[in-house]
């Protein structure tokens, strides 16, 4: 919000609306922040208001369908045009500024998130019934009818591996989601990382596929540039699973290089394992 609002200036009137006291309030904004020495006050240089009544709240917020905080509303044209977490609100804004944002594919796009939480609330019921009860049957039955929508979906596949895999020790079926998980991510480092850590991590693996473990795990290098500490780190763990010590030590280095704050003395630990087994 402050750095959005220095962004748009007076094109953008930005509000933080609280159902607390007006007293309260005050004193929060005297409060000093966590930016140098400023106070609260000093640094959200937009209108903090306070809905100590709740009219707003029931007019906006909950005719909305909210219920978490913070909730953030773009309002144009005298019309609500986005609604969502303010982390995700740079991209709309941007369009409804320059004139570019659709009502209608918003709508369209809310609905289709709407439909998705309800899939993924269902297939949360779902697995934690079978974890409590034992019968994974009904679960993957579901996993695979989601499958039969979108055979491209990665969040499932990754869970019916992982259930299949872990839970009911179907390494074919198991292995077949996790590969056509896997070439859904080649481009993405962040996820391929998730699917080599797994691997080369979690007790309840019994096939680590360490050869196919590494690959993942280089290809999520080479595409971080070999810049991201803990990506690093997780192909340094590859090489040590497959007994390769000299190259888990020499990967580990470059982790402890790029890291930074507590991050750094977590991997400089382990890097200290990996010396500590050195013939």
Same mark, same amino acid.
């Given at each position: 919000? +402050?750095?959005?609002?220095?962004? #748009?200036?007076?094109?953008?009137? =930005? ?47 909950? &005719? @909305? ?27 709309? %804004? &941007? ?12 709508? /369209? ?8 939480? /309800?899939? $993924?609330?269902?297939?949360? +019921? ?15 039955? %579901?996993?695979?009818? =989601? ?9 499932? !596949? ?7 895999? =872990?839970? *009911? ?8 989601? *996790? ?11 962040? &996820? *391929?990382?998730?699917? @080599?850590?797994? !691997? ?11 050869? =196919? ?11 971080? $540039? ?13 090489? #040590? ?6 190259? &888990?030590?020499?990967? +580990? ?5 790029? @890291? ?10 382990? *890097?200290?394992? #990996? !010396?500590?087994?050195?013939?």
């Amino acid at each position: 919000m +402050q750095e959005l609002s220095k962004k #748009y200036g007076k094109k953008v009137t =930005f509000v933080a609306l609280s159902d607390e006291s007006v007293e309260k309030i005050e004193e929060f904004l005297g409060q000093k922040s966590r930016f140098g020495d400023q106070t609260w006050g000093e640094a959200m240089p937009y209108t903090v208001a306070t809905d100590s009544d709740g009219s707003v709240k029931e007019a906006i917020f909950r &005719a @909305a369908g909210q219920r978490g905080i913070p909730s953030s509303f773009i309002i144009a044209d005298g019309k609500v045009q986005w609604i969502g977490h303010p982390m995700r609100m740079d991209e709309p %804004l &941007a369009k409804v500024v320059a004139g570019e944002w659709s009502i209608e594919a918003a709508k /369209a796009e809310a609905e289709k998130a709407k439909v998705r939480r /309800a899939k $993924m609330n269902e297939l949360r +019921q779902a697995l934690m019934k079978a974890s409590q009860e034992g019968e994974w049957e009904p679960a993957v039955a %579901l996993l695979d009818k =989601f499958l039969a929508e979108d055979p491209e979906d990665a969040e499932i !596949l990754r869970v019916k591996w992982q259930v299949l895999c =872990f839970e *009911l020790e179907d390494e074919k079926g198991g292995f077949e989601a *996790l590969d056509k998980l896997t070439e859904l991510s080649w481009d993405s480092p962040s &996820a *391929l990382n998730e699917i @080599a850590w797994t !691997l080369v991590d979690d007790a309840r693996v019994k096939n680590r596929r360490l050869d =196919f473990a590494l690959r993942v795990a280089e290809r999520a290098v080479e595409l971080s $540039m070999g810049e991201d500490a803990s990506i690093l780190d997780t192909l340094a763990r590859a090489h #040590y699973e497959r007994g390769e010590l000299n190259k &888990a030590i020499e990967v +580990q280095k470059k982790a402890v290089k790029k @890291a930074e704050g507590p991050m750094k003395e977590d991997l400089q630990r382990v *890097l200290d394992k #990996y !010396l500590g087994e050195k013939p």
